[in-house]
């Protein structure tokens, strides 16, 4: 049975010295990334810029915030999966992902930061845009619409704003707590300090779900103030543990490719996250299946409105290539042992398992654009995508210069995490 | 007896073959029974006592091939009894028709159904363990895998029952299979109702496969040692007393059928190890779609209360939830009843499902308010009014409550370490969730039926002695199942529980003899 229960472990972890070479700076350090950090500059002055242009461009003012928001919700959506997956390992005290999980801190750590940025234009359209994006800002909706009345309690501006703080304040606390916990440990050794942090995980696991399913409410599904969805919040979480572990590996591979993690983050690791990355595409394609398949089936019109808008003009096209793409693809791709143990394979599904996430940002936010309540000019996806991609280009560059910030500042890996050994000595034995 | 290595003369005690009382090993202070260990540098051992290989074969063979306690035929029998009773309600039903049941016009769908959901979700929990645990490398698993695989066979066989039996003319049962048209009818396909058909046979089959895949090994293992007392002694425990059939032949003939020709050589482990493997990815889907698909039969109606789009992921959790609290139920008193259970099922083992009950009745609980919230949200004035004066104020609120109370209340109290780790509690807490679960799918089901859109339909649903005998009759069978699983069956895994003892390491130093320590990794290497 070795190698399903794996081998027998020691009663006390095998604090083998022979480890400590692997710990040199030169492994765990990152002190590069000058020309990173210029790249992603200029990505994200030239993306965001651009975007900002596009305003006062014939693609419009709508248009821009849109895709804007879609690539703000998709680069949020990075940051709440390496939150997730900090939690989950905390609180399963997973051993072999000890090499891994600073990594996931680092992506943590800018979930407050792109929520901030996320709340530009929902705040923009509260207070000087008057609900272009987000219908149920909109006077006239606010004035003749009866469902929109009902919703008055929930969807008014002063409560919306104290739930984004409430945001704020809870991914600033479990980030905070968790990532001071990690690097506090870095210092002192002291081995307590896991039990801390898994104490923190559990609280934080429940404020978290809650937190990021009622911000998907308030930030995406409640563009359409019409649309409702039980599974709206576990929809997000899955595209936030898809986009996560995606951008992990997108964090990881070109880390090994500079020299460093040798011997800490080996195929062993890329195998198992290569296995998360194909656990999360199933899970994602079973949720978003069960909440279309649940919505086509029943055909209740204030539901099916939502999928109805985006089967046409050309968004068929999207909706498919989501199908295919979000699950089909990195599903039969990530099946191959050899693919999740090759770095540049994994790499190269992470990325389009990016591409894939931003479209389903896209295919939920873009359409709000044109179709809202039928109004307006059918748009197709096609029509002035270069401000989509630009804006998710520019946001992309936001995130990987604070990104590069971030892995710079402290070890690569929690250096004196008492599970590290394991970590480091983690076989798959198949 | 001096000359025995410890290993060996504690495994004769345990094996009845020596007298004298059992090695007992110091335990660390403030871990419980030695596996609450809170040191994140440690991992918690999962099995007690020190046990040797040979020791972990003589205590699992053990619990199949000695007698067991005075406790077994008692409650077997009353068992068995409920279970027959059960079977004479069915008679009766099957005779009288389905007017025995109370359900009417209104609501017809009722005890049933909320039984049939119920059972099916008890068996998720022994697909997870068996499956999903295993791919996520939860050594801790290996103690209660088989039990729990074996309790979803027999919550299968229980969940059956009610569809079989709930569509009045049984002659007709055959209708739920798409048997080609000699009716000239054939089945919806486009009915969630057929789906589950083709789901729970999927299930069944596969999780007996599982089941049974496993245990082969482990025939083969008392196959082999029925054979070698048959050969080593002529004289032995007959059938009975006037049949010159001893029952070790009759053992070694059994098992050995059922061993399936087992040489233990490494070709069969390394096939074995794959197919275990396949096994487990093939299970991980299929336990998500059995109750995505049971929930499917609700949430593709148009119904209040019913169509709700978190169903599918809101069923599994709920299904894992209440699997464990039966898996709990079912351990904790084997693991007082028999001898040395609580070496292999260590208070670790129960402080993580009790962890796991928090989390999925979490889950369950993170579900129940998405339904409230979003039915008021949607602005669906059926929604709401469902919920806020049907379930929570209605005719049925005290089920409404009750399942409120057993599913995320008393769970609660896990957050408290010592109620973790007293299986008294979490043994109180898994009855609560258990009944918690059983009105979950009585709400869902009869509340919703019984407020329909026009008030001139509205009834209440109130169940006949038929009902509840069925119900109970049910409950009956189960435990009939599991004990006879527990009397003649390899109650644990005993080549996985071997591979997470120390000394399956490769890293595994055993203390020089004579040092005092007490040697390990001498048999079986």
């Not at chain 1, 900090?86 to 407050?112: C, D, K, Y």
């Not at chain 2, 929930?295 to 709920?318: E, K, M, N, Q, R």
Request: proline share 5%.
């Amino acid at each position: 049975m070795s190698s399903i229960a794996s081998h027998g472990h020691d009663a006390v972890l095998h604090n083998d010295q022979s480890h400590e070479h692997l710990l040199r700076d030169s492994n765990v350090r990152y002190t590069g990334g000058g020309s990173l950090s210029t790249l992603f500059l200029v990505m994200a002055v030239l993306g965001l810029g651009a975007t900002i242009a596009s305003a006062f461009m014939y693609t419009g003012k709508l248009h821009a915030i849109a895709s804007f928001q879609m690539a703000a919700m998709g680069c949020l959506a990075m940051c709440l999966g390496g939150m997730f997956f900090t939690l989950v390992m905390h609180l399963m005290a997973a051993g072999w992902s000890i090499t891994l999980r600073r990594q996931f801190e680092n992506l943590m750590v800018f979930a407050p930061v792109m929520l901030i940025v996320a709340s530009i234009v929902p705040l923009y359209d509260l207070f000087i845009g008057n609900g272009s994006l987000y219908l149920w800002m909109n006077d006239k909706y606010r004035a003749d619409s009866i469902v929109l009345q009902k919703k008055i309690d929930f969807l008014n501006p002063s409560f919306f704003c104290v739930r984004l703080m409430l945001y704020f304040f809870i991914w600033t606390v479990i980030a905070w707590k968790l990532s001071g916990y990690s690097r506090r440990q870095d210092e002192t050794g002291d081995k307590w300090l896991s039990n801390k942090a898994r104490f923190t995980s559990a609280w934080g696991m429940l404020a978290f779900a809650l937190s990021t399913a009622f911000a998907s409410f308030d930030l995406l599904m409640s563009m359409d103030f019409r649309f409702f969805s039980t599974m709206w919040g576990v929809y997000y979480f899955a595209s936030t543990a898809f986009s996560g572990v995606a951008a992990l590996v997108l964090i990881i591979v070109p880390l090994r490719r500079a020299g460093k993690l040798e011997g800490l983050v080996t195929s062993e690791h890329l195998h198992d996250v290569g296995k998360l990355m194909f656990t999360f595409t199933v899970f994602w394609a079973y949720i978003a299946f069960s909440q279309y398949f649940l919505i086509w089936y029943s055909n209740v019109p204030e539901e099916t409105v939502w999928y109805l808008v985006r089967k046409r003009d050309g968004w068929q096209f999207v909706f498919f290539l989501l199908a295919i793409g979000h699950f089909i693809v990195p599903f039969l791709i990530l099946l191959f042992r050899g693919v999740k143990r090759s770095p540049t394979a994994l790499a190269i599904v992470a990325i389009w398992m990016l591409f894939i996430h931003f479209t389903d940002m896209f295919f939920i936010v873009r359409p709000m654009v044109t179709t809202r309540f039928a109004e307006g000019t059918p748009l197709s996806p096609a029509a002035g995508i270069w401000v989509d991609l630009a804006a998710v280009f520019g946001m992309l560059g936001l995130l990987g210069l604070l990104l590069v910030w971030r892995v710079r500042s402290s070890p690569l890996i929690p250096l004196r995490d008492p599970r590290l050994p394991e970590a480091i000595e983690h076989k798959n034995y198949v | 007896m001096t000359t025995l290595h410890p290993d060996e003369s504690a495994a004769r005690r345990l094996a009845g073959l020596a007298t004298g009382e059992l090695p007992t090993y110091p335990v660390p202070p403030g871990t419980g029974d030695g596996s609450l260990v809170d040191d994140p540098a440690v991992r918690a051992p999962l099995v007690l006592n020190n046990r040797s290989f040979h020791d972990i074969t003589e205590i699992v063979c053990g619990y199949a091939e000695k007698p067991p306690g005075k406790w077994w035929l008692p409650l077997f029998g009353l068992s068995f009894t409920i279970a027959q009773i059960g079977t004479l309600f069915i008679i009766y039903l099957i005779i009288t028709g389905i007017g025995a049941w109370g359900m009417n016009n209104q609501v017809d769908w009722a005890w049933d159904i909320t039984n049939f959901v119920f059972w099916i979700g008890i068996g998720h929990a022994g697909t997870l363990i068996s499956a999903i645990l295993c791919l996520l490398k939860q050594k801790w698993r290996t103690a209660v895998n088989r039990s729990a695989e074996a309790m979803t066979i027999f919550a299968v066989i229980c969940a059956a029952t009610f569809p079989g039996i709930h569509i009045g003319r049984q002659w007709m049962a055959w209708f739920l299979f798409p048997i080609p048209n000699s009716n000239a009818i054939w089945p919806n396909f486009k009915s969630p109702l057929l789906w589950d058909v083709f789901a729970v046979s999927t299930y069944g089959t596969v999780s007996f496969l599982f089941w049974y895949m496993g245990m082969i090994p482990d025939f083969a293992t008392l196959r082999d040692r029925a054979d070698l007392r048959l050969r080593r002694n002529a004289e032995g425990p007959r059938v009975l007393p006037f049949l010159a059939l001893r029952t070790d032949a009759v053992r070694a003939y059994v098992y050995g059928f059922l061993a399936l020709g087992w040489r233990f050589s490494s070709r069969h482990w390394h096939r074995y190890e794959v197919a275990y493997l396949v096994l487990a990815g093939i299970s991980t889907p299929l336990v998500l779609s059995v109750h995505s698909i049971v929930s499917f039969d609700f949430a593709t109606s148009i119904l209040p209360g019913w169509h709700t789009t978190i169903f599918p992921p809101y069923f599994v959790a709920g299904a894992i939830f209440g699997g464990f609290a039966m898996v709990l139920l079912l351990l904790i008193p084997a693991r007082e009843l028999f001898p040395n259970m609580k070496d292999l099922i260590t208070l670790r083992h129960i402080e993580n499902m009790a962890k796991i009950i928090l989390a999925t009745g979490m889950i369950v609980g993170f579900a129940y308010s998405m339904e409230f919230f979003i039915a008021w949200y949607s602005g669906n004035e059926y929604e709401s009014f469902l919920f806020t004066h049907v379930r929570a104020q209605g005719p049925y609120a005290w089920a409404y409550w009750t399942m409120i109370f057993c599913n995320v209340v008393t769970p609660q109290v896990f957050w408290l370490k010592f109620c973790r780790q007293s299986p008294m509690i979490v043994f109180i807490v898994s009855i609560f969730v258990t009944i918690g679960m059983w009105f979950e799918r009585f709400v869902i089901i009869v509340t919703s039926l019984h407020r329909a859109f026009l008030p001139a339909e509205w009834s209440m649903f109130w169940p006949t002695a038929v009902d509840i005998g069925i119900f109970v009759g049910s409950c009956g069978i189960f435990l009939t199942l599991f004990l006879l699983f527990l009397r003649f069956l390899p109650v644990f895994a005993m080549a996985e529980v071997k591979a997470v003892l120390p000394q399956a390491s490769p890293h595994h130093h055993p203390p020089h003899p004579g040092t005092g320590g007490h040697e390990h990794g001498k048999d079986g290497h």
